[in-house]
């Protein structure tokens, strides 16, 4: 079982960019989907997750980033708008994840990719 983000970059302020992080390995389903990030210096830090079919987000990305997922693809998503500097970080999914095995995977985390929020 893998987590796999991608869609980092380079944006200026004020921008978007859209993460995705695809599940792989004879996936049945994801229960608990998130994202963090960690900036430098930082510890890593909660950014957004779904539980049990809810959202919920840090204070500091209320109304500028939205976590979705799309069941059938095996993929969730962070959408973040209204970059700032501040969010510059590496940001990782995480997920607890059953197989068709109907084993459960709890914990699992995906790579990590790079968002940088400059001008």
């Known amino acids: 079982v893998q987590l796999q983000a991608s869609g980092g970059g380079l944006v200026q302020p004020g921008g978007s960019l859209r993460l995705s992080c695809a599940a792989s390995?004879?996936?049945?389903?994801?229960?608990?989907t998130g994202w963090y990030r960690q900036a430098p210096g930082k510890q890593r830090e909660l950014v957004a997750i779904i539980v049990s079919g809810t959202a919920n987000y840090a204070d500091f990305v209320k109304g500028r980033f939205t976590i979705s997922r799309d069941n059938a693809k095996n993929t969730f998503y962070l959408q973040m708008n209204s970059l700032k500097p501040e969010d510059t970080a590496v940001y990782y999914c995480?997920?607890?994840?059953?197989?068709?095995?109907?084993?459960?995977?709890?914990?699992?985390w995906g790579q990590g990719t790079q968002v940088t929020v400059s001008s």
């Open positions: 390995g004879n996936i049945l389903s994801i229960n608990v």
């Open positions: 995480n997920g607890d994840v059953t197989t068709t095995a109907w084993r459960r995977y709890n914990d699992v």
